[in-house]
């Protein structure tokens, strides 16, 4: 019997429209938010297939310093033949790529170098954040005497 009255107040025309108003505007709801998630996805998809082809184009490999490479470095630095330089790179200590530590020899006299970035080298004292001096310890490490002149 409930169900019938229920059947009766839907028959009626002003319920009929409210209910074609409702469920029009839940539609319309539920497609514009499909449309706002298909769009989405599609730009997600996109943007991440360009991520991928830029990592896939740029090859993630660290530049490992050899003596070979640190010789060029220095030869070009200091303005030497690089067939036949003055100045012979004879160990590459610490191969970091930001902060590369060499022992050059020249007139049977080593040092300690640095090569910043894989592309920039001198000769001198380094320091590190509490002050003290790099080039001094690895110098005592591998039993280089300071030319003190």
Do not use: C
């Amino acid at each position: 019997m409930k169900f019938r009255v229920f059947l009766q107040k839907l028959s009626s025309p002003r319920v009929r429209r409210r209910l074609k108003i409702g469920l029009s505007v839940w539609g319309v709801a539920i497609a514009i938010s499909l449309i706002f998630k298909f769009a989405y996805d599609i730009g997600y998809f996109k943007a991440q297939s360009l991520i991928n082809d830029k990592n896939t184009a740029t090859p993630n490999t660290t530049q490992i310093l050899t003596i070979e490479s640190a010789q060029r470095i220095v030869s070009g630095a200091l303005k030497e033949d690089p067939d036949y330089p003055k100045t012979i790179v004879t160990q590459v200590i610490d191969n970091n790529q930001k902060l590369a530590t060499i022992i050059v020899e020249n007139n049977k006299q080593r040092k300690i170098g640095w090569i910043i970035d894989m592309r920039l080298f001198f000769i001198g004292d380094l320091f590190n954040d509490n002050g003290y001096n790099l080039t001094e310890s690895i110098e005592h490490q591998h039993n280089i005497s300071r030319g003190e002149n």
